[in-house]
């Protein structure tokens, strides 16, 4: 992408906390909490970000995978992980999909500007670039990572070591 907005805010400049930052030190007991009257843990939205980014992907580079028939699908079936090391892999798995994303937004752009076929009725309303997914991916993220950082607040483990806004 010609400017480098994209790229600021996938890792957290301007008004977007850096996701990374947001999630490197909650630990698995952390990440399986939850709030009552709020539907999901932190571990359950990482988890829900990990499936959109690998699914949108997967459609920019020109697969079909099937559109989930229920929104239900798209979170896990557990509220937390089993394992310390569950939750870690599934850190390293959103870091590298983060990756693969500032990747792909410094491709020419021809490749940001291919059509990117639906697999859904409702992607044939809106915009199906490669950039336009790519916004549209950095847009979801940052609303879960929003949601993120208020349940840090509320389990009294905000801000994070490296530091983040604290108002």
């Not at 010609?2 to 008004?15: I, N, P, R, V, W």
């Not at 499936?51 to 580079?61: F, L, N, P, T």
């Not at 559109?67 to 937390?80: L, N, V």
């Not at 009725?121 to 847009?139: D, F, G, N, Y």
Request: proline share 7%.
């Amino acid at each position: 992408m010609t400017d480098h907005s994209f790229q600021e805010l996938l890792y957290g400049k301007g008004a977007h906390v850096d996701p990374i930052v947001c999630l490197e030190d909650v630990s698995a007991t952390v990440a399986r909490r939850k709030v009552d009257g709020y539907p999901h843990s932190i571990w359950e939205i990482v988890w829900h970000l990990n499936y959109w980014m690998d699914y949108d992907m997967r459609r920019m580079a020109g697969e079909r995978p099937p559109y989930p028939e229920h929104a239900q699908e798209s979170w896990p079936s557990s509220a937390g992980p089993a394992s310390e090391e569950e939750w870690l892999s599934q850190l390293r798995r959103f870091g590298s999909l983060l990756d693969k994303l500032m990747t792909l937004s410094a491709a020419d752009r021809e490749t940001l500007q291919r059509h990117v076929e639906p697999t859904h009725p409702s992607h044939e309303t809106r915009a199906s670039t490669v950039e336009a997914m790519l916004w549209q991916t950095l847009v979801h993220n940052s609303y879960h990572i929003g949601q993120i950082a208020m349940l840090r607040r509320c389990f009294g483990v905000w801000p994070p070591k490296r530091g983040s806004d604290t108002w």
